[in-house]
């Protein structure tokens, strides 16, 4: 390997452990090594790094690009911690005050955003027509209101994904006005109106919350000499540099899932499965489809907030390594029951090492659970002393609560190939009912580090259209073109940009000539 090739680091840090993988020039694994999580997650971070430049025996001065994917963002929003204060703008008077911005959101993430909502004359007709003129010195004037009082701006406009002028517009003022950030909603949802909201006041709130993230990501490599361009995780399962994501910090949510997907293909070989993502805590199962995650076709909820952006489809249960299980039948919160024993919701997460009976702890756990049947190995470990009745119970509670969430994944009831990953994956029975073939790849542990490592970038658009007197190529060629400029800007080399796929949608209540247009490109990192 030579200075000129480069190696790759890629980083996913999980609410049990932070993995970290080296890629070799040709995307094969050097070294991958799991640290736990650490209350800071920065500091997590910087001991997998260290971790795993020892294990690869690399100069870190050949590290070329580092990529990550967290769940950092994800957290501040469940934990009502960290968020920027956001002021919302939204461009729908007098059409749209029976419902005002932040309705039906929880209390506490209500104080956790502010108290800066406003509601100016604007927006557009479903079919573009305008539906009232901006009312710019409102705009101002709010802009006044929130002086020193906001981290960011959410722009919201009435059908701005079918005209963005006007949020264009206030967000030249906000600049002008505020100099923070600005959030608009015509880059970030598709239709719907709440929803987009929603997605786009959050994107707004995690702005500082990510930035925060990225300086101590970046500060732990320049702290070492990699010179690295630094990437994060997005949720379709690609990249984006580190300004594109400080943009659209709302796209990481979902990265962890996706990651794990994407790094199973590459670790199998596989273009089609399902691929089961088992941690200390959790169970992600979701669908690979040509390579890439499946994403959800329907509005998704984060932190009782339900959005429109794009999500990838993922089915998560409570089972993972760290997971209790309990002897007596009956506890309240039991995921699965069998002969008098229940396993999970619960876990012990990050502190298994302390916890686990196997570990010299007080608590039995899924992991501790498989060493005792036999169904698993650590070395290092023993298997700890449990009866054979409790034993039998568990694992089969264990298998049968894989068992169900497969089934809920698989498109019929025909067996399909299972991809196992994730460091908790070795409480999984060798074989499971409705699979085809069980897959457990080399570094299965370290798949969601692979994954955030290989390197595609993502740029993808929802537009709606009016066809009349205009030329349908015109209009899919507009938004492929859209779709590979924002590929270019998360990052992409220009050169390799592809088309992947445009669809045209019907829009409900709207003639037969109004359509939606979804345009995805693909292409490889810059150099």
């Avoid at 994917?69 to 994800?74: E, R």
């Avoid at 934990?79 to 419902?99: F, Q, W, Y």
């Avoid at 630094?230 to 379709?236: A, C, I, R, T």
Wanted: negative net charge; proline residues 4%.
């Amino acid at each position: 390997m030579t200075a000129a090739q480069g190696y790759r680091i890629g980083i996913d840090v999980g609410g049990t452990n932070t993995d970290a993988v080296v890629l070799d020039g040709r995307l094969g694994v050097v070294a991958s090594v799991k640290r736990p999580t650490t209350a800071d997650t920065g500091d997590g971070v910087a001991a997998a790094i260290d971790a795993v430049i020892e294990a690869a025996g690399i100069d870190p001065a050949l590290v070329t690009h580092a990529m990550l994917g967290t769940t950092h963002c994800t957290n501040a929003i469940v934990e009502r911690r960290g968020l920027g204060r956001v002021g919302i703008l939204r461009l729908g008077a007098p059409a749209t005050t029976a419902v005002p911005p932040l309705e039906g959101w929880p209390e506490d993430l209500r104080r956790a955003i502010g108290d800066h909502a406003y509601l100016i004359a604007g927006g557009y007709e479903v079919d573009g027509r305008l539906l009232a003129a901006l009312d710019e010195d409102a705009v101002r004037a709010a802009c006044r209101a929130m002086h020193g009082e906001v981290d960011a701006v959410a722009v919201v406009g009435v059908f701005s994904p079918v005209d963005e002028r006007q949020e264009e517009r206030v967000a030249e003022i906000v600049a002008e006005e505020l100099g923070v950030p600005v959030s608009r909603s015509a880059r970030i949802g598709s239709l719907g109106l709440l929803e987009r909201e929603n997605a786009t006041v959050l994107n707004a709130a995690l702005m500082r919350t990510l930035t925060q993230m990225a300086e101590g990501f970046v500060g732990a490599l320049r702290a070492r000499g990699i010179e690295a361009v630094p990437y994060f995780g997005q949720n379709d399962g690609t990249l984006m540099q580190l300004e594109y994501a400080l943009e659209f910090p709302v796209l990481t949510i979902g990265c962890g899932p996706t990651n794990s997907i994407r790094g199973a293909a590459h670790l199998s070989g596989a273009t089609d499965a399902l691929v089961v993502d088992i941690g200390g805590t959790t169970t992600d199962i979701g669908v690979l489809v040509g390579g890439f995650p499946r994403q959800s076709a329907h509005a998704v909820e984060i932190g009782g907030i339900r959005t429109n952006f794009r999500m990838p489809d993922v089915l998560s249960v409570g089972l993972g390594g760290g997971t209790v299980v309990r002897r007596r039948a009956g506890d309240a919160g039991g995921a699965a029951a069998s002969a008098g024993v229940t396993v999970g919701p619960d876990s012990v997460g990050y502190r298994l090492p302390q916890e686990g009976l196997a570990f010299g702890g007080g608590t039995l756990t899924a992991t501790d659970v498989a060493l005792a049947v036999g169904g698993a190995e650590i070395d290092g470990l023993s298997a700890p002393e449990l009866d054979a009745e409790t034993g039998a119970a568990a694992w089969a509670g264990i298998r049968e609560l894989l068992e169900d969430s497969i089934d809920r994944m698989k498109p019929n009831a025909t067996p399909v190939p299972v991809i196992l990953v994730g460091g908790g994956s070795i409480i999984a029975p060798d074989e499971l009912d409705g699979v085809a073939e069980l897959i457990r790849p080399k570094h299965f542990g370290a798949a969601n580090a692979v994954g955030a490592a290989l390197g595609e970038i993502a740029g993808q658009v929802e537009k709606i259209y009016r066809l009349e007197g205009t030329d349908r190529r015109a209009s899919r060629a507009d938004a492929s073109r859209e779709a590979a400029e924002r590929a270019r800007l998360a990052g992409a080399d220009p050169e390799t940009i592809e088309l992947v796929a445009v669809e045209e949608l019907p829009v409900a209540y709207l003639d037969g000539q109004a359509v939606l247009i979804r345009a995805r490109a693909v292409g490889r990192l810059a150099a």
